[in-house]
């Protein structure tokens, strides 16, 4: 048995609250659909706008072998404007629940049919392929929809779609309910929502009754929580039910980081198969069976959907990762300092930390008596602030025994005091802040600062702290601090800029 995957994650998918895409985002989405291997992209829904009809007729410029879609309602003017796209088909959709027809549509079930029956002719008359949809079809009368179905395929639709438009299915009832209507005369569309989290269970029961087409987004975003997700019911298809898709399965990882970017929405840590947790082991028991054998706690390779493995130090490392991960590192200890440091990093984890690589090595260094070498340090910083002043700060720094004098204009003082910092090691090393974190530690304005930072220096994360009375200093050493950890071990970067001076 094969699958085909129609995705509307420009379409369904973009009514993802706050999500909205520009023609060019739209259209580099699709491209990447189209290399992915999707048989359908719903690019849209011409109706919406100017720009929405813009982003479609894009993506139809392109004349991609994918076949493009748009969404319609079943109205003249929705089919016109994806003509206006020059789009391949239709997903030409019409409530059948008698609570759309009563309450939204203020129609008859009689009046709502002949809609349906109306716009699949003209959509095919003008030379559509049409995929007639129906809406809320899982809280509808069987009968009535069944006979919504067997008209609209007389009248030309090539294939069928209900919607459980608000996650209301079962695997149980999706399997008697899509094995239905997999009897009519035209391939079967199923296209779930995830409103009780059951989206890819019940498309996943749904193909196996007989349907032959799942609608999916990428990363499951969509209305309210969202629609079933490309990659957990391709993989799922492909590892549990040994079930084919034309989805390049190793490009997941890629298109959901892609995805992702482009709509502004994270996603969770934990989201199967492509989540940034899939693949990463922390617990002791865990990453000791993984690092012995793999599939002791891996369903698939993380390389099967272009992820990686990663395993993280905290709380509930074992000695066994540890010691891997300090050999890694290139250093060897007896169990008495392997001892030490597992301690140490236990306690960190206590303290609700979790443990970079880099915070590693420091603890590692520390009890092995390695003295760290400082490429930055302070000698020299002079802020001048006050409410009619711009901030700006300046820096005297020895780094690597030389003179590097900067200033910089922020916010305030502390923003340009970093400002500072940050242009006086550009250019040889591109380091972000993406986090700082500012605590007073005793109360009144004489209270100990505790200052939180965390850098980004290519794949490097590191946290570094400074506890001190005032904020801007706290704020600078805790900068430095964090910016001597990623160099120490960057001994090109250390030479560039001596080769500099
Ligand atoms: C479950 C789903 O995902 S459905 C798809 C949801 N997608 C969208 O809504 C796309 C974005 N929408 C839009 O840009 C706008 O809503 C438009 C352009 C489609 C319509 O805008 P407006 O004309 O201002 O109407 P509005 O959005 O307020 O109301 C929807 C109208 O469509 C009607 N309608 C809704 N669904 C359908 C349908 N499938 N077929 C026919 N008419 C429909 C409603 O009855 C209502 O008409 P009424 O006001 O005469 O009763
Ligand atoms: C049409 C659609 O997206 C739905 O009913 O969920």
């Known amino acids: 048995m094969n699958a085909r995957i129609l995705d509307t994650t420009l379409r369904d998918g973009e009514q ?12 580099r989405m699709a491209l990447k659909l189209d290399e992915l291997g999707v048989d359908v992209i719903e690019a849209g829904s011409a109706i919406t706008s100017i720009g929405e009809r813009e982003g479609i007729k894009k993506i139809t410029s392109e004349g991609l072998s994918t076949e493009i879609c748009s969404f319609a309602r079943a109205v003249k003017v929705d089919v016109d404007a994806a003509l206006e796209c020059d789009v391949d088909s239709v997903h030409l959709v019409i409530p059948t629940s ?46 009535y929809l069944t006979q919504v179905f067997k008209e609209g395929i007389d009248a030309g639709a090539k294939r069928i779609c209900a ?26 569309s199923v296209h779930c929502h995830n409103d009780f989290g059951l989206a890819v269970a019940n498309s996943l029961s749904g193909l196996r009754a007989g349907a032959s087409q799942a609608h999916v987004t990428v990363n499951g975003i969509g209305e309210r929580a969202g629609n079933a997700s ?32 482009l709509t502004n929405v994270p996603l969770q840590p ?80 206590d303290k609700g930390k979790c443990v970079t690589d880099v915070d590693l090595q420091a603890i590692a260094e520390d009890v092995l008596g390695i003295v760290a070498e400082k490429v930055v340090e302070l000698e020299e910083l002079t802020i001048v602030s006050g409410n009619k002043i711009t901030p700006t700060a300046s820096v005297r720094l020895n780094i690597n025994n030389n003179e590097v004098l ?19 090691i550009a250019d040889f090393a591109d380091i972000e802040l ?16 505790d200052v939180i930072v965390k850098l980004k220096h290519e794949d490097q994360i590191v946290t570094a702290r400074s506890t001190q009375p005032d904020i801007i200093n706290a704020s600078v050493e805790a900068y430095l ?6 160099l120490s071990d960057k001994k090109d970067i250390k030479k560039i800029k001596e080769g500099d001076l």
């Open 16 to 27: 993802t609250p706050g999500v909205s895409l520009t023609p060019d985002e739209k259209l």
């Open 98 to 143: 008698d609570l759309h027809i009563k309450y939204k549509l203020k129609k008859t079930r009689e009046t709502v049919k002949d809609l349906a029956i109306e716009s699949t002719q003209y959509a095919v008359d003008h030379g559509l392929l049409v995929e007639l949809s129906a809406e809320d079809s899982t809280r509808s009368d069987i009968d």
């Open 163 to 188: 919607c459980d438009t608000v996650g209301m299915l079962t695997p149980e009832k999706a399997y008697e309910f899509y094995g239905h209507l997999s009897k009519l005369d035209a391939p079967l």
């Open 230 to 261: 490309l990659e957990e019911l391709v993989v799922s298809l492909y590892s549990l039910y040994g079930v084919k898709t034309n989805i390049k399965i190793g490009m997941l990882y890629e298109i959901s980081k892609m995805a992702s970017r």
């Open 270 to 349: 934990n989201k199967a198969i492509v989540g940034e947790n899939a693949f990463a082991h922390e617990s002791g028991i865990h990453a000791d069976g993984v690092i012995k054998k793999a599939e002791t706690y891996e369903p698939i390779t993380p390389e099967l959907v272009g992820h990686k493995r990663r395993f993280v130090m905290g709380k509930h490392i074992g000695s066994g990762l540890l010691k891997k991960r300090l050999e890694e590192m290139g250093l060897r200890v007896d169990d008495e300092k392997l001892n030490q440091i597992f301690t140490r990093v236990k306690a960190l984890g």
């Open 406 to 424: 900067e200033a910089g204009i922020g916010i305030g003082p502390v923003d340009a005091a970093i400002v500072a910092v940050k242009k006086s």
């Open 434 to 449: 993406e986090q700082y974190h500012v605590d007073a530690i005793t109360g009144g304005t004489d209270a100990l600062i």
């Open 481 to 486: 601090s964090g910016i001597n950890k990623i």
